[in-house]
């Protein structure tokens, strides 16, 4: 299992229907969790770009599960997966949110 970290950045996702501006809820060196206005369908391939980044980094994935009422889109990163897990620890560095122990 592969950990998933919890963020709080924005990206933008380019599809064949446009440009989407999303929420990174949570990401991992595999994927990231997307909150977006637009439904997406699983199978869909499109670009993840992160133009507040140093370098302004882009990843291409595929959507792998969609939830449109709770407008949650999960996506897997495709291509070289060092590169994928050096984006999600950048992510993760910057925007990374803290967990709180239970008590």
Known sequence: MVP?????C???LDVDAGTFHV???DVSERGALLVL???LEPGARA???FPQLPGRPATWCVVRHASPAERRVG???QGDL???ADLAG???RLHGIPSVPAP
């Open 75 to 77: 996506v897997e990163f």
């Open 4 to 8: 998933r970290h919890a963020v709080a």
């Open 90 to 92: 950048e992510l993760v």
């Open 10 to 12: 924005e990206a933008r």
């Open 37 to 39: 206005d637009e439904p």
């Open 47 to 49: 670009q993840l770009r």
């Open 23 to 25: 929420q990174v809820c």
């Open 82 to 84: 060092d590169a994928s």
